[in-house]
C-alpha cells in the first residue's frame, strides 16, 4: 500500500523546486516535521520553499530553523515536487492549496489513520505516534546526516505528539529514536522548558475560564467546554493558546472523553475530541462530521451555531461512550 521510502527519496533526488506543506492551526508534529524535512532538502541542494496557512505561530517560534516556513502567496506557485506532511486530507492545507499550481507530483507522509491517501506517492504509517517519527525513520533509512537542528525539530515533533512521551502509540521504537535524536545534539532539558514551560499568562486565564464552565455528562464519562467570540475577546485569546486546554478535562479520573468546542469567525465551530478509551474512537464520532484524525485524537468543522453543533456532537459521541463501555 504504502510506497517506500527508497521511491519518495528518488522522486525528491530528481526534484528541483520541492514545497512542503502541513495542516492549517499546526501543532508541534506539523512543524517540526516540515522544519526538519526542509533544512534536509536544502543541505541537498533543493530549492525549499514551506509554507502553512497560519505561517509559524510565536509559541512555536523555539523550533531552530523555522523562519523557512511563511504563510502562502496569494497567488500559485509551480513546483517539482510538493510534500505534504502530517495532514489527513489536502483541504486541512486551507489556502496553501490556492498557492500550489497544478502539476506537481505529490508525496504525502502522515500518520493519520483517516488520511486521503491523496499523493502521486503515500507513506501513511497510522501506528507512528508522529510524523516525526516516520521522517527520523525515513532519514536513517536512506542515510541523512541528522543535524543537531534536523534532531530538535523531529524531538519536538514527536515529544509534542505523545505528550512527552505518554500517549498510547508510545513505544520502544518511540524512545529508541528519541534517544538517536539526543544524542544527535538536542538539549532536552532547554527544548522541554520552551515547550511545556512558558505558557502565556492569557492561556492561564482561558484555562481558569474551561474549568469553570466545563459541563460533566453521561455519568461524569464526558467532559465538555465551549469557547465563544465572546470569550475570546473578552479573555484576549489567540487560536494557538487553545492546544492542550482539553487535556485538563480529558486527565479528570473516571472522564473517558472530553471535547472542546470553538466558535470561529464565519459561523463554524471547530470541535477537538479526545478520548482516553480504546474502545470509544473519536475519529469514528468526528468522521460522520466530516472530520477525522486518530482514534484518541480526533476533530471536526461543523455548522454553527455552537449551542445545536455542541449538542449534536455531544449526543453523537454519548451514544459511543454508552454503546462501548459499561
Ligand atoms: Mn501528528
Not at 472530520?291 to 454553527?304: E, I, N, V
Amino acid at each position: 500500500m504504502n510506497d517506500s521510502f527508497e521511491s519518495i527519496a528518488t522522486v525528491l533526488t530528481e526534484a528541483r523546486t520541492i514545497a512542503l506543506a502541513s495542516h492549517m492551526r499546526p501543532d508541534g508534529d506539523a512543524l517540526g516535521s516540515t522544519v526538519a524535512l526542509a533544512l534536509h532538502l536544502r543541505a541537498a541542494g533543493k530549492e525549499v520553499t514551506a509554507w502553512n496557512e497560519d505561517g509559524v505561530p510565536a509559541k512555536f517560534r523555539y523550533l531552530p530553523g523555522c523562519e523557512i516556513v511563511t504563510a502562502p502567496p496569494g497567488r500559485p506557485v509551480a513546483f517539482d515536487v510538493v510534500v505534504s506532511l502530517d495532514n489527513a486530507s489536502k483541504k486541512r492545507l486551507g489556502t496553501v492549496v490556492d498557492a500550489l499550481a497544478d502539476g506537481a507530483r505529490w508525496i504525502n507522509i502522515d500518520h493519520h489513520v483517516s488520511n486521503e491517501r491523496y499523493g502521486h506517492l503515500n507513506y501513511i504509517d497510522p501506528t507512528a505516534p508522529a510524523t516525526g517519527q516516520i521522517l527520523y525513520e525515513y532519514f536513517r533509512a536512506v542515510g541523512a546526516i541528522i543535524t543537531p537542528a534536523v534532531a530538535g525539530n523531529l524531538f519536538a515533533a514527536i515529544s509534542t505528539d505523545t505528550g512527552s512521551f505518554q500517549y498510547r502509540g508510545t513505544d520502544g521504537r518511540t524512545f529508541r529514536a528519541a534517544g538517536d535524536l539526543v544524542e544527535a545534539g538536542v538539549d532536552v532539558a532547554g527544548l522541554s522548558m520552551e515547550m511545556y514551560d512558558r505558557q502565556p499568562r492569557r492561556r492561564l486565564e482561558l484555562l481558569r475560564h474551561a474549568l469553570n464552565t466545563a459541563v460533566f455528562s453521561c455519568g461524569g464519562r464526558l467532559a465538555t467546554f465551549c469557547l465563544s467570540l465572546d470569550d475570546v475577546a473578552r479573555l484576549g485569546v489567540i487560536p494557538e493558546d487553545n492546544e492542550g486546554i482539553i487535556d485538563h478535562l480529558r486527565s479528570v479520573e473516571g472522564v473517558i472523553a472530553a471535547v472542546f468546542f470553538e466558535e470561529l469567525e464565519g459561523g463554524k465551530v471547530r470541535v477537538s475530541a479526545r478520548s482516553k478509551d480504546m474502545r470509544v474512537d473519536v475519529c469514528r464520532v468526528c468522521t460522520a462530521f466530516g472530520g477525522g484524525g486518530h482514534p484518541l485524537a480526533a476533530g471536526a468543522r461543523m455548522p454553527g451555531p455552537m449551542d445545536s453543533a455542541a449538542q449534536k456532537f455531544t449526543a453523537a459521541l454519548s451514544d459511543e461512550i454508552l454503546k462501548h463501555t459499561d
